[in-house]
């Protein structure tokens, strides 16, 4: 088959799950998503067996009775921010976000080099993007998917709560321009670099990550507010915003470049940890570490 026939026939079908589930009141939607998604985990095990052995790797100590609940909530988690996405208004939803350490990043802005929001693949992290396009100019940087039907419709969906989009694979003089003109500008730091990361510690384990933060805050001199959304059990969300981490201290060398990244890196861990079900178990954080760059 084609590909782009392929693709056609995805998008079809996700169409059509998009609007069967709008006949249906959002409480339903939300449920029996959350739920689906918790069948294709736990039972037909997407991706199970590496989030399985994550959680293993990074919480020894867990009995599998803890795991396998962590893995449910998970899975469950993922399903709800699908349900938010796609079936939920998004004025509705920023309604229900209550930040802490909001000053943090009005004190960023307000030193006009722009900011780098660092966050990751924890709670409802494009969310998190919308609520702040409410305050200030933002703009992400995102990853293309494979199906470029798909990846139209979620850019769009994006660019209509004011979230100016940056291409991964093509993002450094964007981000450039943006931070001149003194946008926030979101950053995923929780993902496997390979080849293209310096090797740090992420959960007490060798990991590839991508410096591309670090660099450019040291070129710039911007700040970067790490920063983090999570999901609580009535339905409402939660960001923390950090204290800034300024470049001063670091220099344009490998040796340095590292330890930012390491830095800006490691702000996650403590979320993870208190909120294990709600970080993205899936993704293989760990497997490029022996591709990754050393000092």
């Known amino acids: 088959m084609k590909k782009t026939t392929k693709n056609k ?21 939300k449920s029996f998503i959350g739920n689906l998604f918790v069948l294709g985990g736990m039972v037909f095990k997407f991706r199970k067996k590496v989030a399985l052995n994550n959680l293993k790797m990074v919480f020894p100590e867990k009995t599998a009775k803890e795991m396998k609940i962590i893995l449910k909530k998970m899975y469950f988690n993922m399903g709800i921010t699908v349900a938010e996405t796609y079936f939920l208004d998004s004025s509705e939803l920023i309604n229900k976000v209550e930040t802490k350490g909001w000053e943090n990043l009005e004190r960023a802005v307000k030193m006009g080099k722009g900011v780098i929001l660092a966050s990751g693949h924890i709670g409802n992290w494009e969310l998190a993007a919308k609520y702040i396009a409410v305050n200030y100019k933002i703009a992400a940087v995102f990853k293309t998917q494979r199906n470029k039907l798909f990846d139209k419709y979620n850019n769009e969906l ?15 003089r964007p981000i450039l321009k943006y931070l001149k003109k003194n946008y926030i500008i979101t950053i995923l730091t929780d993902q496997n670099a390979g080849k293209n990361g310096v090797l740090t510690d992420f959960l007490g384990q060798k990991a590839s990550t991508f410096v591309g933060a670090a660099k450019i805050s040291v070129k710039t001199g911007c700040p970067i507010v790490p920063a983090y959304s999570i999901r609580r059990d009535d339905g409402t969300h939660l ?16 040796a340095s470049i590292k330890d930012f990244t390491e830095l800006i890196s490691k702000s996650i861990e403590k979320y993870i940890i208190e909120y294990p079900s709600q970080w993205f178990w899936v993704h293989r954080r760990w497997r490029g570490y022996k591709k990754a760059r050393k000092t």
């Open 158 to 172: 994006r660019e209509n709560c004011n979230v100016t989009l940056i291409n991964m694979k093509k993002a450094l």
């Open 9 to 29: 026939i995805e998008y079809f079908f996700f169409i059509l799950f998009i609007k069967v589930f709008r006949i249906f009141p959002y409480s339903f939607s």
């Open 239 to 254: 960001y923390f915003f950090e204290e800034m981490i300024l470049p001063d201290d670091h220099k344009n060398t490998l």
